[in-house]
Every structure is written in structure tokens, then in C-alpha cells.
């Protein structure tokens, strides 16, 4: 093994002897489409997370979008597969992966010019925002990846949303609150946080929202979704966390 590979794997190792792995698995699955790096893998996904940054290219590939490395700037390192060409039993030439070797990337946020185009996203005036901003927590607007709409990065102290629907940004918002309230929230998608998300979010669209029950179907099949995997009815998932809902809910609205 390249002793540059191995420094790479080293690093990776070394986080897992702590708690960041799991959330930076569940960020790494938020790619931002339609750049070099939606197509690395879950590996380099990671380095890419423990550098702090969501877009990381080769010194080219910023040159590509007419964005220039910073006078300085250090670059990480991610893997690279190595192929090599091979006959098949056909005769035919195949490429065969024979290893790895390490590519040099530098952070968005070590470089200078054009704004790209998902830079260009702007989040509408939700209601609550003020109350985020109290708390210290920054909401910014993100490219889709299809799949997710929004997240909370606790660490961080960050809601990213790549819709401007307020009922994904209530339901990030209920998250941040039940953490203030219980100190430290469960790691992944732990069916009871998103069961009083989803329920927070839908009584808050109907409090200060402005489309009312334009979601419930949808939350109903959310709640019921997370509900199976307790293996309760949804109404029994509802009547479980009423009371930490109803918590949350006050401390969001200030009358705590």
C-alpha cells in the first residue's frame, strides 16, 4: 500500500474511535448533484466531511468553472482507483481496478471567483426563522439531491434546506428545540425524534404556518412509516410523544 493511501485510511480509521462517523455518513448521503464529487464514493464522501466542505475539486476542475485556489491554500487528499487494461477470455481489453493512489483536492472554500450555480439559491421568509437565529443556529439553502429535502448538522449548529416548504424547515427546527430540551439528540434516524419532528412541524404549520393542512397526508404517512419500525400504529407513536411535542412546541414559541 502507497504510504500516502495509507495516511488517508489512517485518518478515516482514527475518527471512528470517535462518535463522528455515524453523522458524517448520514451528511455524506446529502451530495450535491450535478458536481464532481456526487460521483466519489462513501470514502472519499467522508474526507471530504472531516475537511470541512461539501465541494472539493482538482486545481482544474476549479479553473473548469472559472474559480481560482486561493494564494496559500492547502489541498486534501482523497483516493484515487488505478486501473489497468486487461484481455479477457474473449480477448477483449478490460479495465481491471489494481489499487489506489492518492488525488490532491482543494475546498470551495479555498478558492476565489465565479459564484456557482447552487450558490445561487435563496430561502424565502419562513416564519420561525428569528427563532433559529436566536438559538444560534444558521439556516442555509442547498441544492436537492432528489431524495432529502433538509437536515440539522448539530455539530454545527446548521439547518440546511433545499426547499423552500416551511414544513421541512419546522420539522429541522423541532429537532434543534427537542435537542435544547433533552441535551443531545440520538445519532441517525431514530423513528421517536422523527415521529415528534414530523408532529411538531404539522401543528406548527397550522400555529404560524401559512398552508395550514396542506401536508397532513403527507406527515400521516411519515409518522406511519417510522411508526412500523416500532412496530406501534401511528395513533400509539402520536400518543407516545404528545407530551414531548407539546414541550417543544411552548419552547419554540416562547412560552417557556
Known amino acids: 500500500m502507497l504510504p500516502k493511501v495509507k495516511q488517508i485510511l489512517d485518518r478515516v480509521i482514527e ?32 474526507i471530504m466531511f472531516f475537511s470541512g ?25 482523497i483516493l484515487v482507483p488505478y486501473f489497468k487494461k486487461n484481455k479477457n477470455d474473449k ?22 471567483g465565479q459564484t456557482l450555480d447552487y450558490q445561487n439559491i435563496e ?23 432528489y431524495e432529502h ?5 448539530p455539530n454545527k449548529k446548521v439547518i440546511a434546506l433545499a426547499t423552500p416548504e416551511e414544513k421541512t424547515f419546522f420539522h429541522e427546527l423541532v429537532h434543534v428545540a427537542d435537542e435544547k430540551i433533552k441535551g443531545k439528540l440520538k445519532q441517525g ?15 406548527l404549520c397550522n400555529i404560524v404556518g401559512k398552508d395550514g393542512n396542506k401536508y397532513f397526508g403527507n406527515s400521516y404517512h411519515y409518522i406511519e ?14 400518543l407516545r410523544v404528545v407530551s414531548d411535542v407539546e414541550k417543544i412546541l411552548n419552547l419554540i414559541l416562547g412560552k417557556e
Open 15 to 46: 475518527q471512528f474511535r470517535g462518535s463522528d462517523i455515524p453523522e458524517a455518513i448520514a451528511y455524506s448521503m446529502f451530495p450535491i448533484p450535478n458536481i464532481p464529487s456526487a460521483k466519489w464514493s462513501l470514502m472519499n464522501h467522508l
Open 53 to 77: 466542505t461539501k465541494d472539493a475539486r482538482g486545481y482544474r476542475q476549479w479553473h473548469n468553472v472559472n474559480r481560482f485556489v486561493k494564494k496559500g491554500a492547502k489541498s486534501f487528499t
Open 91 to 112: 480477448g477483449e481489453e478490460v479495465p481491471v481496478l489494481v489499487g489506489f493512489v492518492s488525488g490532491n483536492v482543494f475546498r470551495l472554500e479555498d478558492t476565489d
Open 123 to 145: 430561502l424565502p421568509k419562513l416564519p420561525l426563522l428569528k427563532r433559529a437565529s436566536e438559538w444560534g443556529i444558521s439556516v442555509t439553502a442547498i441544492p436537492g439531491n
Open 149 to 153: 429535502y433538509g437536515y440539522y448538522q
Open 189 to 203: 434516524q431514530d423513528p421517536l425524534q422523527e415521529i415528534i419532528a414530523e408532529l411538531g412541524a404539522h401543528a
Open 225 to 238: 412509516h417510522y411508526a412500523k419500525d416500532l412496530k406501534i400504529t401511528p395513533q400509539t407513536a402520536v
